[in-house]
Antibody, heavy 120, light 110 residues
Framework: EVQLVESGGGLVQPGASLKLSCVASGFTFSDYWMSWVRQTPGKTMEWIGNIKYDGSYTDYAPSLKNRFTISRDNAKSTLYLQMSNVRSEDTATYYC?????????????WGPGTMVTVSS | DIVLTQSPALAVSLGQRATISCRASQSVSTSSYNLMHWYQQKPGQQPKLLIYDASNLASSIPARFSGSGSGTDFTLTINPVQADDIATYYCQQSRELPLTFGSGTKLEIK
């Protein structure tokens, strides 16, 4: 059974940094592109970025590119999201997702999410 | 960015057909694929993939869900609607980066 479990969320002050993790199981993690998607309290869904199966390539939403970094450790089957200089508008639930098996970009599995609240 | 527009809510009676639409600000189709995907999100849960490439049913999804469309206009159909289908439905395009989502359509029971 495919499982994705995020962690690392919580209350963080504006301007701080935070690193989210996602542990994957039930599939060969190193075979799959992975992504982060967030959902605001108002339920708006926003794609953050993707990372290639071997970690050699990443894409980001232009509005987040300068502050967010996606990485992975295939030996640990773990995906990461490094967030820096966080702002109130970064308050959201952050989902770890797996790219579908075809060439198209859709997300066939989602973790339960980890909530990040940015507030002083 | 490609903007996806969905109606906020739809009320349907149990056992009837629900038709949820998603309109893209520009074509999300190529010569080979219609790059629109649909997700279901129940309250307090993560989204679940229902349909990929406009009309392909994801694994373990019941056949009462179907998708259609091309170019800029796409539809998710649920027929017949069951009580368990109460959720918000999101479309997502992958024609170009950044990947974008619609604002969601909340399915309600009349």
């Amino acid at each position: 059974e495919v499982q994705l479990v995020e962690s690392g969320g919580g209350l963080v002050q504006p301007g701080a940094s935070l690193k989210l993790s996602c542990v994957a199981s039930g599939f060969t993690f190193s075979d799959y592109w992975m992504s982060w998607v967030r959902q605001t309290p108002g339920k708006t869904m926003e794609w953050i970025g993707n990372i290639k199966y071997d970690g050699s390539y990443t894409d980001y939403a232009p509005s987040l590119k300068n502050r967010f970094t996606i990485s992975r450790d295939n030996a640990k089957s773990t995906l990461y999201l490094q967030m820096s200089n966080v702002r109130s508008e970064d308050t959201a639930t952050y989902y770890c997702t797996r790219k579908g098996i075809t060439t198209d970009w859709y997300f066939d599995f989602w973790g339960p999410g980890t909530m990040v609240t940015v507030s002083s | 960015d490609i903007v996806l527009t969905q109606s906020p809510a739809l009320a349907v009676s149990l056992g009837q057909r629900a038709t949820i639409s998603c309109r893209a600000s520009q074509s999300v189709s190529t010569s080979s694929y219609n790059l629109m995907h649909w997700y279901q999100q129940k309250p307090g849960q993560q989204p679940k993939l229902l349909i990929y490439d406009a009309s392909n049913l994801a694994s373990s999804i019941p056949a009462r869900f179907s998708g259609s469309g091309s170019g800029t206009d796409f539809t998710l159909t649920i027929n017949p609607v069951q009580a368990d289908d109460i959720a918000t439905y999101y479309c997502q395009q992958s024609r170009e980066l950044p990947l974008t989502f619609g604002s969601g359509t909340k399915l309600e029971i009349k």
